[in-house]
């Protein structure tokens, strides 16, 4: 069974001579209040590591059960387990950890190590845990590592840590697509983007339309909101759409693009909203931004369209959360363009863009 690693802790397989930490939590009535299992007598404590030896030496292996020990002390601190359907595509993790260690985030260290277990390394389609609703330290582990709450059931639960004989529980899941679209998203938020207030944006044009700053909307930390251009797109003397340009890489505009464009109906199928596209991508650089993603309904095969011709790469079809807008709004779905300007002329410090 592979040894896997987070920033402080080594799941590895069990010993033997695990028995004492083990059983320190596992026979701790408060520990294990929202177990299924315990508390603990040794003989079940033995029975546990026993069995743990035994199935991390099967092959296939189906049941794969951690050691948690954490790197400074080599102290042993919990476990945490990934168990695998007959069908082969689906896991439930499960983790437990020494109430003397709550608190500290490691709990959420080993579920994602889980999940970059369960689908990286064993291929799975969907990963799920269960948990009671009272549980407030684990479900919120669950959600920190990116897994949904698909449901409530209703004292399905034996042994309630209240008086009654059966207690609700909440199912969390998560599928493949949506934990590469959680990395996606911690390598978007690290890309770089400097704000140190508005620059002054010139009248911008290409020689067939140009583009006019009506307006600069500033950020809202309270809201979430990043700092914004506005511009109308005019060809001759006719203003014949308007497209904004959002500055940073918030959660939102990872589903939302930096870039939202529109192009009156009778103007359409001329490649406006490309050029228009172009002229604001040096304004973006100017910010110390080095890509721009935007985003497209499933079904708008105009705007997939200018991506494509702007040499925008369609990174993924991402699933919506629950939390953005656009999900409200009705859409379930997200085409996710990445559009590098690396290629992009260069800009100056001031008064504002060069424009290519």
């Not at 959420?108 to 291929?123: I, K, R, S």
């Not at 559009?339 to 100056?348: I, N, R, T, Y």
């Amino acid at each position: 069974m592979k040894t896997l690693e987070t920033e402080r802790l080594i799941l590895r397989k069990f010993k033997k001579d695990d028995f004492a930490a083990v059983h320190s939590y596992a026979s701790d009535p408060e520990n294990v209040t929202y177990m299924i299992w315990g508390p603990n007598s040794e003989k079940e404590t033995r029975d546990f590591i026993s069995l743990a030896i035994i199935d991390a030496e099967e092959k296939p292996c189906t049941f794969y059960v951690f050691a948690a020990v954490l790197k400074k002390t080599d102290r042993l601190v919990g476990s945490c387990n990934i168990t695998v359907a007959a069908e082969g595509d689906e896991g439930e993790v499960g983790w437990i950890l020494h109430r003397d260690y709550w608190k500290q985030g490691l709990g959420t260290e080993m579920g994602n190590a889980l999940l970059e277990f369960g689908f990286q390394d064993l291929g799975l389609h969907r990963v799920l845990a269960h948990c009671s609703t009272e549980n407030y330290g684990s479900y919120r582990v669950m959600e920190n590592i990116g897994m949904r709450r698909e449901g409530t059931f209703i004292e399905s639960r034996r042994r309630a840590p209240s008086d009654k004989e059966y207690g609700d529980e909440y199912s969390y899941a998560i599928l493949a697509d949506e934990w590469e679209t959680k990395k996606e998203i911690t390598d978007y938020r690290s890309l770089p983007v400097v704000f140190d207030g508005f620059i002054d944006v010139p009248e911008l044009t290409d020689g067939v339309i140009h583009l006019v700053n009506t307006n600069k909307t500033p950020g809202d930390d309270t809201k979430k909101w990043v700092p914004g251009y506005k511009f109308i797109i005019c060809k001759g003397s006719e203003t014949i759409g308007d497209i904004d340009l959002r500055i940073g890489y918030p959660d939102s505009l990872y589903y939302g693009g930096q870039i939202g464009y529109n192009v009156d109906e009778k103007h359409r199928g001329n490649g406006y909203a490309g050029r228009a596209c172009r002229l604001v991508a040096p304004v973006a650089k100017a910010h110390g931004m080095v890509k721009l993603y935007i985003t497209n309904n499933q079904t708008n095969t105009a705007s997939m369209r200018v991506c494509e011709k702007l040499g925008a790469r369609l990174l993924r079809v991402a699933r919506l959360p629950e939390w953005h807008d656009l999900y409200k709004e009705g859409r379930r779905f997200s085409n996710i363009f990445v559009w590098d300007l690396s290629d992009l002329a260069p800009v100056v410090d001031s008064p504002g863009p060069v424009i290519p």
